[in-house]
Structure formats: C-alpha cells, structure tokens
C-alpha cells in the first residue's frame, strides 16, 4: 500500500523525477517497498537515480566535497582508504551454503548477526535527512544481468555507483520492478563490535537468501563494487553456467579478436587494457559466457598514483565532469589533482563511466570468443619473466596459484609490495571453491583453442627495493606483439626451474628483460630468489594440488 502522506509522496516524487504521471506511479510502488523495509518515509528524502549535478550539489554542501579544474567531484572515503577483506562476511543459510568456499576469504555469518546489521543499517539511514537510491543493472548481456539497488546516506556513494553499474534509461527505470539485489551502505555508522561474530567496527557481508549486502563502519566505496563482483561470482555459475573473471577485457578494431587480462589491482589491468588501437569492453569484471564476453560494470574505477596526461591520456582525460575522484589530494588554489600526492593514500581513485573512454566498446558486450588471455603478476622478487608462453596445463596451474603482489593502499595496512597467491587472480572475491572456475577455463580455453600469456609488469634487474620496475612502454609493446601474432612467431628458450618459456628477442625490447636472469648483477642472488620464488609457488599450490590432474601439477616450478 502506498503511503498514506499523500503531501510527501507528491513532493518525494517531484524531487525523484519530475517527468511523467507513470514515472510517479513507479515510484509510488518503490515508497512502498521502503516503507515494508523499515524506512521513515515521513522523515527521509528519498533521491533515487538522482541527476549528476543534484549530487554534487548535494556532496559539496554536506560533505565537503569539492569540483576539480577538470569538473571532477574530489570527495573523500574517511579511515578507510582500501578494502576491509578480513571484515567480509556471507551469511551461512541452507540456500548456499554447499557452494561457498568457506574459509579465511568467505567467513561464516550466522542469520541472525545479518539481522541485527541490516537493522542496524536502516535505523542509521532513518537518521538521514536524504537517503540516495540509486537503480541499475551488473551484467551488459540481457541474458545474465541483475538488477541491482543501492542504497546509501552520501551522495559520493550514489555519484561512485551511478559510474560503476550500467545506467538504465527512463523507460528501463520506470519498468525497474524488483531489484535481484540490494545493497543497504550505513559505512558512516560502525558495527557493534560486542555482536556475535563481530572482529571490529567494520562489517561487510553478503546474504545470498536474501540476495543482500550490509555495510557498516568503512565509507570506501569499493567495497560496494566488489559486492556486487562477489554476487556475480555466484551467481553467474551457480545460475547461469557462465564463467565470470576478474579481468579486463578489449577487442581489435581491425581483426575483432578479444583479449582477456587478468590480474588483482595494481598489475595493469585498467592501463594495459586501455589501447588506442582496441576497443575497451571494461576495465576488471567480465563473464566468458557461451556466446562470447560481456563487461559487468557500466564504468571504470582506475588508480590515480602518478596519473599523467603522457603515460595514460585515455584514463587522464576521463576524468572530467560526472567522474568522482576519491581520496585525491589537490591544490586549493587552483583546485588541480596532485596525483604524485599519497599523503592519504596510495590508493588514489577516479570512477567514471565507461563511455568517457573515447574507444569504449558500447554496448560492452562481443559475441566472439576470446583469442587470448594474458595472466599479469606484479613480482616482488624481480625473478619472472617479463612475457612468458604457457601450455594449457601451466594456464591452469597459474590460474589457481595466481601469483602477484598486494600493492600499496590496495589494502589497509599494505604499505610496499608483499608477495601473494591470490587463487585465479580473485582471491578476495572468489565465492565458490577455485577449482569450478579452473575448469570452467580450462574447457572454454580447450573448446576455442585460445593462447595464453603470463605477463609480469613487477621487478626486474633485482626485488622490491633494489630492482626497478619494468617500463611501461616495454609492457606494451610486449602485449601489442601478442595482439598482432608477432610474439606467437618468436623463438623461443627455457626459462629454468619454472620451465617457461620466453623469447630470445622481440624488437624494441632489450635482450637482458626477456630474460631475468641477464638483468641482475649479482647471478647468485638472481638463483637464491628464484628458488626462494618456487618453493612458495609449491607451498601455495599444496592447497589444490589434490583437486588437478597430475599434468597440472607438474606444470609449475621444480625445484
């Protein structure tokens, strides 16, 4: 039943969407829902799918918000400038709970403790005198999208999800219906720590019954994003029988062949996939589907740490009016972004839609299968090649150890690079156990026979603190050889211990990066790290190594 307080209908209706008598009548069915939710509807405002300009409007007079030189929102996340992955909870409930992969990524949340926050959550939103809606989809493919709503007390919150789900039209909007999926955001507001399977102020979980999260004490907005990458990583094979990935995804203008990228923050994923002879189909969360690729998100959420207009323009000149930097500091005089400044964070961040990058692929969706898939590591040890060719057993092997290094600000309390196995470069957002998504891959890669690469964008020359990272511009012309067919022609040679194997040469790269073991000075030292290397790559994968083939587990470093 609708709201009885006719007046505040009628004026909560205006603010939303002054447009149309079936646009209201719309609405009229979603105060309902409010109101059976637990909201005070004759208290709050409810701005659902608000205007850019109303949210900013609204961040710069509530919460400090300002406009950058470009037209960006500046607006800040608090405490919290990462993710929380050891305050992430799913709730155990017969419905899921024989999926889950449950664990140090996936704790256990019992339904009531889940109750408790949610309400928790809406008693703090009642306290808000404007509440943001914002409604939308995860999932470019009609077939295998959800419809999703987010609802929140900051207008950043709904600037930042507006960007990073898949904007409806009016028409789409009118006809929203039931979301498959909500998210109550209460970040201002800390969790009761003394509540049963508290660890802290901060809780975030999912309840995959009630197909809905809770967030409480962190104002970081990825952690809504990856909310909603952790119900698709459900979903899409548990529902669907997709295979979704942590990756980036583009497609060649001229031969319209699809590259995977896969890789946890910081490996190059946004930069990589940005190419201005490809067209982007997005920057991190896709589903390999039967019929080809589509991207999850509507948008972008790119680090900003030595953001240049030089090194990555596609991603510089995005950030403009309608894009939300986070946690960005800036000249007050000029209000200009410092991008070399990590005062706040290294986590710097901008979110905008996909559609401000100029080759953006829109729709995001291709009905091709994929040509090939690039696994990027970050090394902190500076021992692995810089481009490596991998059988599909190494694939596999490498898919499940999914090597790299948590990179600075990524996570609170990461302050250099620490060596990490993040099983199929999505550990903190993998939902079911490794091996369904391993096999899903290894049968699509086998059916559509596609090459694959493990590319390190890490150390070379020596490990964190005395190597250097590898150039930008040889990271490139790397993947551009793998596009063109050029690298798939190259001779190549064994890279020891880890039995790769690697390029003698590829022009415009020196002979001395191919190979790891040329650039470092002091060759003893190169041997102690790269067996320091395998022997973690074998205590890592210890934790799969019954659930593969033995040629699987035969593919990864000896020692």
Request: glycine share 8%.
């Amino acid at each position: 039943m609708i709201p009885t307080n006719t007046a505040s209908v009628c004026f909560i209706s205006l603010v939303l969407h002054p447009i149309t008598l079936s646009t209201f009548t719309v609405i009229g069915r979603d105060l309902e829902y409010f109101s059976q939710a637990g909201f005070d509807m004759d208290r709050i405002q409810i701005k659902r799918n608000a205007p850019v300009a109303l949210l900013y409007e609204d961040a710069i007079r509530n919460e400090g918000a300002i406009i950058s030189s470009s037209g960006a929102l500046i607006n800040f996340s608090g405490k919290k400038t990462g993710r929380s992955p050891k305050d992430k909870r799913i709730v155990y409930e017969e419905t899921s709970k024989d999926d889950i992969w449950w664990g140090s990524v996936n704790i256990k949340m019992d339904e009531h403790t889940f109750e408790i926050n949610r309400e928790r959550a809406i008693d703090y939103l009642n306290t808000r005198e404007n509440v943001y809606v914002f409604d939308g989809y995860a999932g470019w493919d009609p077939k295998y999208r959800i419809k999703v709503r987010v609802i929140c007390a900051r207008a950043y919150h709904a600037l930042f999800m507006h960007n990073m789900l898949i904007r409806p039209t009016e028409e789409q909007l009118a006809d929203f219906g039931e979301p498959d999926f909500i998210i109550y955001n209460a970040g201002q507001f800390p969790a009761n720590r003394f509540t049963k399977g508290m660890s802290s102020t901060t809780s975030v979980e999912i309840n995959f019954k009630r197909m809905e999260m809770v967030i409480l004490g962190t104002e970081y907005a990825g952690e809504m994003k990856k909310g909603v990458f952790s119900v698709m990583h459900y979903l899409q094979p548990i529902k669907f029988g997709q295979l979704s990935l942590h990756s980036s995804a583009n497609v060649g203008i001229e031969k319209n062949d699809v590259t995977f990228f896969f890789g946890l923050s910081g490996t190059g994923k946004t930069t990589l996939s940005a190419d201005p002879n490809r067209l982007l189909i997005g920057d991190d969360e896709h589903v390999w589907s039967d019929t080809g690729v589509f991207n999850i998100e509507g948008g972008c959420y790119a680090k900003c740490i030595n953001l240049s207009a030089e090194k990555e323009p596609d991603i510089f000149n995005a950030i403009k009016y309608g894009s939300i930097l986070e946690n960005v500091v800036y000249n007050p005089a000029n209000r200009t972004p410092d991008y070399d400044d990590i005062s706040i964070t290294e986590n710097t961040r901008c979110a905008y839609p996909i559609e401000y990058i100029p080759n953006a692929k829109i729709p995001c969706i291709v009905d091709r299968q994929p040509s090939n898939i690039i696994m990027l590591t970050c090394d902190a040890f500076g021992v692995l090649p810089p481009v490596s060719r991998l059988t599909p057993e190494q694939a596999s092997y490498h898919f499940l150890a999914g090597y790299t290094s948590k990179t600075p600000g990524t996570e609170d309390g990461v302050l250099e690079p620490i060596p990490t196995f993040s099983t199929c470069y999505s550990a903190p957002f993998i939902v079911l156990h490794p091996g369904r998504y391993a096999e899903m891959l290894a049968e699509r890669m086998a059916k559509h026979k596609v090459d694959c690469w493990l590319i390190n964008t890490g150390w070379t020359g020596g490990k964190f603190g005395s190597g250097k990272r590898c150039a930008l511009k040889y990271t490139r012309r790397i993947v551009d050889a793998v596009h063109s067919g050029e690298l798939a022609q190259a001779e190549f040679e064994n890279f020891a211990t880890f039995n790769l194997s690697i390029p003698t040469a590829l022009e415009g790269v020196p002979r001395e990066l191919l190979n790891p073991s040329l650039a470092w000075a002091d060759k003893e030292a190169f041997q102690k790290e790269l067996r320091k290397l395998a022997g973690m790559f074998g205590k890592a994968f210890a934790l799969y190594e019954n659930d593969v083939e033995p040629k699987v587990r035969l593919a990864g470093p000896q020692l």
